[in-house]
């Protein structure tokens, strides 16, 4: 079965840093498909950075672009979101997900547990 466990999350001052990382183990380990997303009370769930079969670059919303960086190490089945410049607004939770399939957007079949970020003022 496949599963994703990260780790990385916390609490951190504004303009402070974070890296996540996200480990895919059993048959859901695609290099092509991998996302990160986060969410809040209230609010969907929402798509910030990854990769998917349409792109050749890392997909970035547009509130996350030139601060997060999306990679990945396929040797270790692991993909990683670095969060540099944070702000009180990127407080949420934060999930991974792959999926066997991702043509045109970012996967979301599996998903991780979620990790808490909070930044403070």
């Known amino acids: 079965q496949v599963q994703l466990v990260q780790s990385g999350g916390g609490s951190v001052k504004a303009g402070g840093s974070l890296k996540l990382s996200c480990v895919v183990s059993?048959?859901?380990?695609?290099?092509?498909?991998l996302g990160w997303f986060r969410q809040t009370p209230g609010k969907a769930r929402e798509g910030i950075a990854g990769i998917y079969t349409a792109r050749t670059t890392p997909f970035y919303a547009d509130s996350v672009k030139g601060r997060f960086t999306f990679s990945q190490d396929n040797g270790k089945n692991t993909a990683y979101l670095e969060m540099n410049d944070l702000q009180p607004e990127d407080t949420a939770m934060y999930y991974c997900?792959?999926?066997?399939?991702?043509?045109?957007?970012?996967?979301?079949?599996?998903w991780g547990q979620g990790t808490q970020v909070t930044v403070s003022s």
């Open positions: 059993g048959y859901g380990y695609s290099q092509y498909c």
């Open positions: 997900a792959t999926a066997n399939y991702c043509l045109l957007g970012l996967p979301t079949e599996y």
